[in-house]
């Protein structure tokens, strides 16, 4: 069955960096876009970034030129590296990917920034 399992979650200062990972298995992983949507207390959860199957990349405007997404498929990868973190970057991370119709969600890594 599809699974997405995140991690490289955790505290970090602002201005800081973390690298979050996303292990896919159950299906052809580089046959998909993939995606990184995050979910701070309280709000919405709202889309972050997504990857295509071909590497094209889209990220949304308050991320833009801080994160950076990007695959292995060697190792049915995906990556979210994460630098100059702001206060307001603090949520629950989760990776995303929809086959043939049907949404699948990890159970998400938890980023916290604060001094």
């Known amino acids: 069955q599809v699974q997405l399992v995140e991690s490289g979650g955790g505290l970090v200062q602002p201005g800081g960096s973390l690298r979050l990972s996303c292990a896919a298995s159950?299906?052809?992983?580089?046959?998909?876009?993939m995606r990184w949507y995050r979910q701070a207390p309280g709000k919405e959860r709202e889309f972050v970034a997504y990857?295509?199957?071909?590497?094209?990349?889209y990220y949304a405007d308050s991320v833009k030129g801080r994160f950076t997404i990007s695959r292995d498929n060697a190792k049915n990868t995906l990556y979210l590296q994460m630098n100059s973190l702001k206060l307001e970057d603090t949520a629950v991370y989760y990776c995303?990917?929809?086959?043939?119709?049907?949404?699948?969600w990890g159970q998400g890594t938890q980023v916290t920034v604060s001094s």
């Open positions: 995303h990917t929809t086959i043939t119709g049907r949404d699948y």
């Open positions: 159950g299906f052809t992983f580089s046959s998909y876009f």
């Open positions: 990857m295509s199957s071909g590497g094209g990349t």
